[in-house]
């Protein structure tokens, strides 16, 4: 005789199924993270050695791009770990389970009309099918879509009702953690309308005729609200795309279609690999040996952890881009270094905070990949133009640092070279990693994803099998999923965001903002102290790959008309939104510090404001001295 009810025979069969679904999510996306690091490498072994590559191999990899960035997406939405606006952790806990059932409600309307519009893409593609390999068809890659979206409406729902405890190790992808078995069920049934209510909305005349554009500014207003309480950021750009096509009439099918479009871009997946590299070198002791070497070279003058801890973090984040693992991974042990040789708290404090976003304007910063790709501009020449004014902006912050020193009298790490050598020795896989990428890059044997598959199999090998700090069976799969979660985070706001421009390009935005300008600014001194201040506000409020997808096409129009070069007004883009993730109150890096180090965000805010005017000081030396970005590329004649 069963001792159970059947409503808990039910609850146990559906926490099985549950279950058996995250285990299914995590190995597909460890396997799709494997192969995307594989087919390259086979690829330039093949070419090399045989002078063909492997049939097949570059469209499958493009297409396990759109893979892993949705199955990325279905995690972090099951984990909490979806990217959001900071400003949903000023809400009084009271109000927190209200907001996430309604923010969380808009999200899962969101995610079924996507996936509706993505239904409709797989089978307009089904019936002039294009072939990409091994039988593959291009609807077998876009079935993806449907069943993601679908999923995340599903996952939006389930943890509606999950309380959250406050600022998490998550902000680094923008959720929150949850409280373990802590779940509020009528939160979630009030998120389970919103797919009730998108399911009405797909059977309605005007899902496929359009909206009234009177009706559309309401739609508008719900997903704004959201936002600001905390929702996903890519439901707010794909539900804004949903209802702007609705109202021109458009049918939803063509978000997907941009989002399938971007996915399959030729260098594209170089961002989860690099971002895959990175996740290696932060989840073993990488951090360990370099710091011994950067000190051992570095720690007898004035100053020199400091000095140490913003050439350090600017490695890291070359590799991670702008997603907050530098500071959670590294903030811990250059905290400890820093109080150890008794830098004041709250320069150490500040001095972190700002290290978690240097080094997007370094090759190959993913951040400079990703504007290539959207500008439409050689990404070789981002990776010059940025190497000075990324060297410009630590230069800077270790120049504070070394007044620091000097002030404080700090203590100072003896030069010993013989320490030092055996430091470098310690450290020399990590050491060659940058000139493996850049040598792969530009002699030419390979391409920006097959350098940045060379990158992940190298730390991979060197990590696992070297200094085997990463182990195989117990590290490397959690290694594998967290990485998935990052990506998928970062890509479907891109994916959705593709959407979005399409209809601002459509809608001629950027021509309407080009003849407010033109009409208004005449000086080009005066139009890049707006720009500044513009790229600035967007780098607090936004994230820094879905606002390249966004604003960019937006300003490459003006930089044109003052005469702006596109590679300067790249460099001046990533530096400004740079500069944003340090910008109170809602500057992602604030609130990653806070909760890494364990203080309020006031005394974040007031560590992080004189690095904030240092770092400033950079960004306009970078607009207005164009040799700084384009002086190298002369020099190389790429001019």
């Excluded at 079935?143 to 902000?171: T, W, Y």
């Excluded at 359009?210 to 996903?232: C, D, F, S, Y």
């Excluded at 479009?261 to 073993?284: D, K, M, Y």
């Excluded at 890059?441 to 992940?456: D, K, N, P, Q, W």
Aim: net charge neutral; glycine share 10%.
């Amino acid at each position: 005789m069963c001792p159970y009810t059947p409503a808990v025979t039910s609850s146990i069969h559906l926490r099985r199924a549950v279950g058996l679904l995250s285990r299914a999510e995590n190995i597909l996306a460890a396997t799709i993270l494997l192969a995307m690091v594989l087919l390259p490498v086979i690829e330039v072994v093949a070419r090399l050695g045989i002078g063909r590559g492997i049939p097949g191999g570059i469209p499958l990899t493009q297409n396990l791009t759109l893979w892993i960035g949705f199955v990325g997406a279905v995690i972090a939405a099951r984990e909490n770990r979806l990217l959001q606006l900071a400003t949903g952790n000023f809400l009084p806990e009271r109000y927190a389970v209200a907001a996430k059932a309604f923010t969380h409600a808009v999200g899962a309307a969101v995610c079924v009309l996507l996936a509706e519009g993505s239904r409709q893409l797989v089978v307009i593609e089904r019936d002039s099918p294009i072939d990409l390999a091994l039988g593959i068809n291009t609807y077998h890659a876009q079935l993806i879509l449907p069943i993601a979206f679908g999923l995340l409406a599903l996952r939006l729902v389930l943890s509606a009702g999950v309380v959250i405890e406050g600022p998490a190790e998550a902000l680094a992808i923008g959720g929150a953690v949850a409280a373990p078995g802590s779940r509020s069920w009528p939160a979630v049934g009030v998120a389970g309308l919103g797919i009730l209510f998108a399911l009405w909305m797909t059977r309605q005349p005007f899902f496929i005729e359009g909206l009234e554009i009177g009706a559309a500014w309401p739609w508008m207003v719900v997903l704004l609200i959201a936002t600001v309480l905390g929702g996903p950021i890519f439901v707010a750009i794909g539900g804004a795309a949903v209802v702007l096509f609705l109202a021109d009439g458009i049918p939803v099918a063509a978000i997907p279609v941009e989002t399938y479009r971007l996915s399959v871009q030729p260098t594209l997946a170089a961002i989860p690999l690099f971002t895959l590299t990175g996740f290696l070198l932060a989840e073993g002791k990488a951090s360990q040996r370099l710091l011994a070497v950067f000190r051992g070279l570095f720690g007898w003058i004035p100053g020199g952890t400091a000095v140490v801890c913003a050439v350090l973090c600017a490695f890291f984040t070359v590799f991670t881009g702008g997603s907050g693992v530098t500071i959670l991974a590294l903030g811990g042990l250059l905290f400890q270094a820093l109080q150890a040789d008794r830098y004041r708290e709250r320069f150490s404090l500040g001095l972190l905070t700002a290290s978690g976003s240097l080094g997007l304007l370094l090759p190959p910063a993913l951040p400079l990949i990703l504007y290539g790709i959207v500008a439409e501009i050689s990404i070789e020449d981002l990776f010059i133009g940025g190497i000075l004014p990324g060297l410009l902006m630590i230069g800077l912050l270790a120049a504070w640092g070394l007044r620091e020193g000097l002030k404080g009298n700090v203590a100072r790490t003896p030069f010993v070279a013989q320490a030092a050598l055996r430091a470098i020795w310690n450290a020399k896989w990590e050491l060659l990693l940058p000139f493996v990428i850049l040598y792969a890059i530009f002699s030419g044997f390979a391409t920006v994803v097959e350098a940045s598959a060379i990158a992940s199999a190298y730390v991979l090998v060197t990590q696992c099998f070297v200094h085997r700090d990463v182990r195989i069976r117990s590290d490397l799969p959690r290694v594998l999923v967290q990485c998935s979660v990052l990506i998928g985070g970062v890509l479907i706001i891109l994916g959705v965001s593709m959407g979005l421009t399409s209809y601002l390009v459509d809608a001629r935005i950027a021509q309407s903002v080009l003849e407010l300008v033109s009409e208004n600014i005449s000086s080009k001194f005066v139009f890049l102290l707006c720009l500044n201040a513009f790229l600035l506000v967007v780098g607090c409020l936004m994230d820094i790959f879905s606002a390249t997808v966004v604003v960019v096409p937006l300003i490459l129009p003006l930089g044109a008309a003052f005469d702006i070069h596109p590679v300067h007004l790249g460099i001046l883009f990533i530096a400004n939104l740079e500069l944003g993730y340090l910008t109170p109150p809602v500057g992602l890096n604030l609130f990653l510090a806070s909760y890494r180090f364990e203080r309020p965000l006031l005394e974040v805010y007031r560590a992080a404001l004189p690095m904030l005017a240092i770092l400033g000081i950079g960004v306009v030396l970078i607009a207005y001295w164009p040799g700084l970005t384009l002086g190298l590329l002369q020099l190389l004649g790429r001019l």
